[in-house]
């Protein structure tokens, strides 16, 4: 990742680690509520949470639980009925509503990119609203290609329908990131996607936010999906009650209710299991016992699980990256990662 | 009618050999010479004059047909009306049209009236295109466009009407081809355009040359017009390019 100058006149409140981004906000909904004219029942009764600057909040639910209606609230795509959303400290409602969408990158599952501009042009949407001169436009369109691992040189005069499905998303997402928001929207931005090409999307969303450190809201239905990206989960149910805001090893090990543990699922344990891995894990040492095989120490304790189970349930020896010998995996080692939970050591917002 | 063209035939001048007079006087049914010789004279000011009323026309019949096309695009209410008034305009039988008008008061045997029909049959082609090409851009992006703060305006030019153009110029095309046809219907008001020496070239029954002539000239400006809205579509809608495998 390239550093430049970019943004060096931009204030922000911390910057991340490459120098592309100058912040990001904190976003609190207060009391949220929405009404839609001839409905008795609201579609957001009352929605309070606060999802702390540079953190990814996902909201997640089933269909009807308001989880898309709740983000377009945020940048008023949707108008509020009630209560407020404080960005920053500052009231959405304050703000020119265009001015305070190019504030705030916005992804969408069908990306929407526009058919009719080039890929750099699109990256150039927001930064060119704003005024910004050619130079810094053009010199932010190479960074933000670079940020996603696409070579400019290749991809910069390419139109849309030039590229991959998964190349357009990426670039939905650096257009969204473009002009350095401090709070970053993502409605099913991988829904459309194969199953594989998701898996990658992800983990390159995961890199990128570490680099970025934005404030992310991030819509999915799917679970599986949060549990991976979110350092927060927002899960609604059915009339945008929200029924669980937590970190994800905290709704996995101490499900609100009953509907917060059908929709995490009954595999709730293992999909804990997922978001450990070997090297968090005390590791009965080997005293001579002759082990199946060897998984690595970065292994997630899930696939490790599997390994053992796939081994008969026979130890394995965990290896680190440099040979280094760190214990056995076994079943009563592997098990004591849920048990240890205990009562809560996260606490819920 | 009076018509300077017909009276008393094109004035031959004598280039000394007579024979080059033969096809004239076989009544061939296509003179080269006589071709050549009312060229300067005849065909080329009144292409001239049948490029200007098809401009006219298109232009503005294609300003009209974008301003309701917009209303309607913004007001769906304003669509019905819109359609019953252009397709209403459409039905109307063109050499009445024309006719109609030589015998309304104030409206003189000018250019400005011949335009009045012409403008008319566009609206119904030029509106609907533009209408669909309008609604045709794809509703992610036009969220994707209103989520990063465009406003109304910069919606619509930087991303509606150019997403439009290729049904627009496809609208364009047609109305563009079916008025240079149309336009020679104009002569029978102001006596002007390729109308004018085919109107004339009718009132002669056995010398023929002057309405091939004039009927080949209006099928080539409508080719070439056609061609013209290609190249402008392909220039300024790279994007819309298929993909080469």
């Known amino acids: 990742m390239i550093v430049s100058g970019v943004d060096s006149e931009s204030k922000g409140a911390t910057r991340g680690e490459g120098g592309v981004t100058s912040g990001a906000l904190e976003l609190e909904f207060r009391g949220v509520e929405k009404r839609y004219p001839g409905r008795r029942e609201a579609a957001i009764p009352g929605l309070s949470l606060t999802v702390p600057a540079g953190e990814v909040c996902v909201l997640v639910g089933p269909s009807g639980s308001g989880k898309t209606t709740a983000m377009r609230l945020i940048n008023r795509m949707i108008p509020l009925t009630g209560g407020d959303i404080l960005l920053g400290g500052r009231s959405v409602l304050e703000r020119d509503p265009t001015e305070l969408r190019r504030e705030i990158g916005y992804v969408i599952q069908q990306v929407g990119l526009f058919p009719h501009h080039t890929v750099q042009d699109n990256i150039a949407t927001v930064p060119r609203l704003l005024g910004w001169s050619r130079e810094r436009i053009e010199a932010r369109v190479r960074e933000m290609l670079e940020l996603i691992s696409l070579d400019p040189a290749e991809v910069a005069g390419r139109y849309p329908h030039q590229l991959s499905g998964g190349q357009r998303q990426r670039i939905g997402v650096a257009r969204a990131l473009a002009a350095d928001p401090p709070l970053l929207l993502m409605d099913e931005p991988f829904g459309a996607i194969d199953p594989i090409n998701r898996a990658s999307l992800q983990e390159g969303f995961l890199a990128l936010q570490r680099q970025v450190r934005k404030t992310v809201v991030f819509v999915t239905h799917d679970i599986d999906e949060a549990i991976k990206l979110g350092d927060r989960i927002a899960i609604l149910r059915e009339g945008g009650v929200l029924a669980q805001y937590a970190p994800p090893a905290e709704i996995l090990d101490h499900p609100a209710d009953d509907f917060v543990a059908e929709f995490v699922g009954a595999d709730r344990a293992l999909k804990r299991l997922g978001l450990a891995t070997l090297a968090e894990l005390e590791l009965p040492p080997l005293n001579g016992d002759h082990p199946a095989g060897d998984v690595p120490v970065t292994m997630n304790v899930r696939d490790a699980l599997a390994a053992v189970l796939a081994a008969g349930g026979r130890p394995l020896r965990v290896v680190g990256t440099d040979g280094a010998v760190h214990g056995l995996a076994t079943l009563e080692a592997i098990g004591a990662v849920l048990r240890d939970e205990g009562p809560a050591t996260v606490t819920s917002a | ?245």
């Not at chain 2, 009323?53 to 769906?76: K, Q």
């Not at chain 2, 794809?138 to 150019?162: F, I, K, N, T």
């Not at chain 2, 290729?166 to 029978?188: D, H, M």
């Not at chain 2, 080539?220 to 809608?237: E, F, K, N, S, Y």
């Open chain 2, 1 to 245: 009618m009076n018509l300077p063209f017909a009276a008393g035939g094109p004035v031959i001048p004598n280039f000394g050999s007579a024979h080059q007079y033969s096809c004239e006087r076989a009544n061939g049914l296509f003179c080269w010479g006589w071709f050549r010789q009312n060229w300067a004279g005849t065909l080329w000011p009144a292409l001239r004059q049948h490029v200007i009323l098809v401009l006219i026309a298109v232009v503005a019949g294609f300003l009209i047909s974008l301003g309701l096309a917009l209303l309607a695009h913004r007001y769906r209410r304003v669509e019905q009306p819109a359609i019953v008034f252009t397709s209403f305009l459409y039905t109307i039988p063109a050499l009445a049209f024309f006719e109609l008008l030589l015998g309304v008061p104030g409206l003189g045997l000018n250019r400005p009236t011949a335009e009045i029909p012409l403008v008319s049959y566009t609206l119904l082609i030029l509106f609907r295109n533009n209408l669909t090409g309008l609604r045709s851009v794809p509703v992610d992006v036009l969220d994707a466009a209103r989520g990063m703060g465009m406003s109304r305006r910069q919606l619509l030019w930087r991303v509606e009407l150019p997403l439009a153009l290729p049904a627009i110029i496809a609208g364009l095309r047609i109305a563009t081809v079916s008025t240079v046809a149309l336009a020679t219907l104009a002569a029978l008001i102001d006596n002007e355009g390729l109308g004018a020496p085919i109107l004339s070239a009718i009132n002669d029954s056995y010398f023929k040359t002057e309405l091939i002539a004039a009927g080949g000239l209006a099928v080539l400006l409508a080719v070439g017009a056609d061609g013209l809205l290609v190249a402008a579509q392909r220039l300024l809608t790279p994007w819309a390019r298929r993909r080469v495998a």
